[in-house]
């Protein structure tokens, strides 16, 4: 990597000095010439315009004045002290008030000069005046720099106290251009800007920092946000182009006994047309030479698991191991129970491994495992353990995917010579721009459609002083044999006092429905796994008629019979979550039911997720909810999914940029995979200054 005059330590900036340096560095991250250049305005002052006196007819918004001084008087004294400055242009005269820093715009001002001012008037007995104009001398110069619209940096208390407020750091950005204007490479290949009319790099980045007018900084803005998406889209399909294009993978030719028989015998019910396709869809993938990489996207329900369980029972046609990785010790154990009923069935071998079980236990599973006897391993995380070894793993299925963290998965593919296919399963439906974003390397398939039969869950929302008819809600629906959740969120920060409304909760639920005719199981956090499972098992044999927990069991449990979600302060949950809750009903004939509880006043956040709940049932719908009001930046995922940061557009709104961005990172890299030829070495650099040490995730998510 060339150095460049932008790594310029930030203090040989003329104005800057060491310690300026110092707290630019810790207050703003700015280190360098090149981080300065990346600090945009957040907004833009107008002063595009320049008005006459007499033009100053209301107190709403600003003006901006040239004025000549022809007055100064102090009036009063001590604390009450103001100064009174007459300025007049040729269309009439107004004063400008200042109450403090007197003396020093004393000295400033001198009658006779003209002066740019800029600010807003205040009216007093039909007379107006400007307190604490913004004001400076005015020549040819400060007409250009103050006029046109003038940027707003963030600037902190400290900064400002050492001169960098807004105006400060703009004095600077004036400077480092005085510096760098000229060397500010253009890295965008010369067709790709003619095609979407992109303006040059260096005239982007001045019109963003001073933009001439509304037009100039629409383009800069446009410019800057497709260079950064086409950065992103590259440094993704590189990744995905690269591992396609190894033609490393096990080759699964065979659909075999397993499969079929399971299909033709096993299975209690068909397929849904969305199952089936997402099938082909892996089984496309299988066929050939490739590792597949692949997300399965499907709505809470939709009937992810029998999939996955389908494309294991491939691997093992092809004489591979399978195994499934999730998140929870209930989820896994869950899953080992559900899938061993169909196992049993053919056959197959099959062993759960969580932290839960024990060694001497672990040691038979170990041993067939790496003989290669134990056909699919169920698991958490446990199964990334070192002594966790396989005979032949020919694919991976990992369920829930936000829940792992890139590091994990990653250590998944260590387990054979050969990665293993990686099947990714995921709730949580992201939208599209933002799928091709963060999950640019992976393919993706969706199953968009529910098993038959299901009838929409009705949401609810009741306030707290309604508790009694929820109550009365629920035992009509457990007198017809229903089972009811009752949920209670939990907070990181302080697990005893989750405990605390748990256990009130559970106490005032016991004295509503007393035993002998009601029994109640609870669940948490700090439940040693086999009390967990414990109560879990007798909820889902029927023995008790309410599950109290936390958020434990938000993801993947299954008991069809529940047809109640009741979902306690449900105004501090997150919309992903509470779609995940609600999920956990509806997954049998019956209608079922999820009640909102809130308290009596909730913030329009709160009740602006509320109503998306009440409103609809579509996982993509409430998504699209969910970045409205929370932005794309706090998304689960977007964290970890060591994407370049984007500081300019935005995942939401510039879905059409970000699409011809992908398009363009697409073609750009069949005709240069590795970026080699001359016309793409302004990308490559940038590239590899964003990503410096990459490591190569495409083989892990
Ligand atoms: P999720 O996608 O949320 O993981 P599951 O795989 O747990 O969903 O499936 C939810 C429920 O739907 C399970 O009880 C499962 O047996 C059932 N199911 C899955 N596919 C079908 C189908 N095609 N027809 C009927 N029921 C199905
Ligand atoms: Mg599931």
């Known amino acids: 990597m060339s150095s ?53 007819r209301s107190d709403d918004h600003f003006y901006q004045i040239i004025g000549t001084v022809v007055g100064m008087q102090t009036i009063g004294v001590g604390r009450g002290m103001r100064l009174n400055v007459s300025v007049q242009d040729r269309s009439g005269s107004i004063d400008l008030v200042w109450f403090q820093g007197i003396k020093w715009i004393k000295a400033l001002l001198k009658p006779g000069d003209s002066y740019l001012i800029f600010g807003k008037p205040s009216s007093f007995n039909g007379k107006y005046s400007i307190v604490h104009p913004d004001i400076e ?151 050939g030479q490739k590792q597949m990489n692949r997300l399965l996207q499907g709505d809470v329900g939709s009937g992810k698991t029998i999939v996955s369980f389908l494309v294991m029972l491939i691997a093992i046609d092809n004489g591979f191991q399978a195994c499934l990785m999730a998140p929870t010790e209930i989820l896994a154990q869950q899953h080992y129970v559900s899938i061993k009923k169909l196992a049993d069935q053919l056959d197959l071998s099959i062993a759960l ?206 008991v069809p019979n529940a047809s109640v979600m009741v979902i306690e302060n449900a105004e501090r949950f997150g919309l992903s979550q509470l779609h995940q809750l609600r999920g956990r009903v509806g997954r049998g004939a019956d209608q079922s039911f999820c009640l909102l509880m809130t308290a009596d006043k909730i913030s329009p956040d709160a009740k602006s997720r509320i109503e998306t709940m009440v409103r609809t049932n579509n996982g993509f719908e409430i998504a699209e909810a969910d970045l409205e009001i929370r932005g794309p930046g706090d998304l689960s995922g977007t964290r970890q999914s060591g994407m370049i940061e984007l500081k300019m557009a935005n995942l939401l709104t510039d879905g059409p940029i970000l699409e011809a961005a992908r398009n363009k990172a697409f073609e750009i890299l069949t005709q240069d995979p590795e970026l080699k030829l001359p016309v793409n070495s302004g990308l490559k650099e940038r590239l590899e200054r964003l990503s410096p040490d990459r490591k190569d995730w495409s083989r892990v998510s």
């Open 137 to 287: 001398v005015a020549n040819e110069q400060s007409i250009t720099l103050s006029t046109g619209l003038q940027p707003v940096y963030s600037s902190t208390e400290k900064l400002k106290s050492k001169g960098l407020d807004s105006r400060g750091l703009a004095r600077l950005m004036r400077t480092l251009f005085e510096e760098i204007a000229s060397r500010i490479e253009e890295i965008i290949p010369d067709d790709i800007l003619q095609q979407y009319r992109l303006l040059p790099r260096a005239h982007a980045f001045w019109n963003i920092h001073f933009p001439q007018n509304n037009y100039l900084l629409d383009q800069a803005r446009r410019r800057l946000k497709f260079e950064e998406l086409l950065l992103v889209q590259l440094d993704l399909l590189k990744l995905k182009l690269k591992r396609t294009g190894l033609g490393v993978g096990h080759a699964f030719p065979v659909v075999g006994e397993m499969f079929n028989k399971c299909y033709s015998e096993v299975l209690p019910f068909g397929l849904t047309n969305a199952q089936k396709k997402v099938i082909r869809e892996i089984r496309k993938d299988l066929y």
């Open 353 to 558: 491994i969580t932290g839960s079980v024990p060694q001497s236990a672990r040691k038979p599973i170990l041993a067939s495992l790496e003989s290669g006897e134990l056909k699919i391993l169920i698991g958490t995380h446990a199964l990334l353990e070192e002594v966790v070894k396989f005979n032949n793993l020919g694919i991976a299925v990992i369920d829930e995917q936000h829940r792992f963290g890139v590091q994990q998965r990653a250590s998944l593919w260590s387990k054979n010579s050969i990665p293993p296919h990686i099947l990714v399963m995921t709730a949580t439906p992201i939208p599209r721009t933002l799928a091709m974003t963060l999950y640019g390397d992976l393919d993706v398939s969706i199953i968009d459609e529910l098993p038959p039969g299901r009838k929409p869950i009705q949401t609810r929302h009741f306030k707290d002083a309604q508790r009694l008819i929820v109550f009365h809600f629920m035992k009509t629906q457990i007198a017809l044999g229903r089972q009811v959740y009752v949920v209670y969120p939990l907070i990181d920060e302080s697990e005893t006092l989750d405990l605390k409304h748990l256990t009130e909760g559970f106490e005032a639920i016991s004295r509503e429905f007393p035993l002998p005719d009601f029994a109640i199981s609870m669940v948490h956090g700090q439940l040693k796994p086999a009390e967990k499972e414990y109560e879990m098992a007798r909820f889902k044999k029927g023995e008790t008629q309410i599950m109290v927990a936390t958020t434990v069991i938000e993801v993947g449990v299954d």
């Open 4 to 56: 460049s005059i932008l790594d310029t330590d930030i203090s040989f900036l003329r104005g800057v000095g060491p310690a300026k340096a110092q707290l630019m560095k810790a207050d703003l991250s700015i280190s360098t010439f090149g981080d300065l250049l990346y600090l945009f305005p957040f907004r833009y002052v107008d002063r595009s315009k320049i008005n006459t006196i007499n033009e100053i």
